[in-house]
């Protein structure tokens, strides 16, 4: 095992409840599909700007236990492992880089995480329902985007404050 610092895996423990409150409370529910749109995705990138790969089990954990007390049992795996590939494309790409890269990054990171509810869907509802899904999906997406690049703007003194 990595040596992790207490003061790491207790950051990791507090944005996964970031990415937990942010998914869970401000939900807009997508009636096609019975999901939600919501904010947790700009929680992700701030996890993921500020902790690194230690990031990728914060997004997974945060997002699924929002499924897990919102009720949506048979999402719980299906978006860990988005959320996770969410983070670990964030991360990867962005690398304490310009604010282009971190654009680059966030987009490409919500791309997959709308294919990969757009897969998920298609199997479960069919796919005119998972094109439906679509567009709340970018909104999500979107949403998820600006979020990220206000972190970004802010981590010179985000970064400050954690260390």
């Known amino acids: 095992m990595r040596n992790l610092s207490v003061k790491k ?3 990791a423990g507090v944005m996964a409840a970031l990415v937990f409150v942010m998914t869970y409370v401000p939900k807009v529910p997508v009636p096609v599909t019975g999901g ?10 701030l996890a993921t700007l500020l902790l690194g790969p230690l990031g990728i089990p914060a997004a997974a954990i945060g997002s699924g236990l929002s499924d ?9 795996l299906p978006t860990m492992v988005i959320k996770a590939l969410v983070a670990l494309i964030a991360w990867k790409i962005w690398k304490e880089s310009s604010w282009l890269r971190a654009v680059i990054a966030f987009v490409l990171a919500e ?7 757009f897969a998920l869907e298609a199997v479960m509802y069919g796919a005119a329902a998972a094109w439906a899904a679509v567009g709340p999906n970018c909104i999500q997406g979107m949403a998820g985007v600006a ?17």
Do not use: E, N, Q, S
């Open 9 to 11: 895996l207790t950051l």
């Open 36 to 45: 939600y749109v919501h904010l947790g995705d700009g929680a992700i990138f």
């Open 68 to 76: 897990i007390l919102g009720g949506y049992m048979v999402y719980v």
């Open 111 to 117: 791309a997959v995480m709308v294919a990969g509810y």
């Open 147 to 163: 979020l990220g690049l206000t972190c970004h703007a802010l981590y010179p003194r985000l970064k400050k404050i954690v260390k």
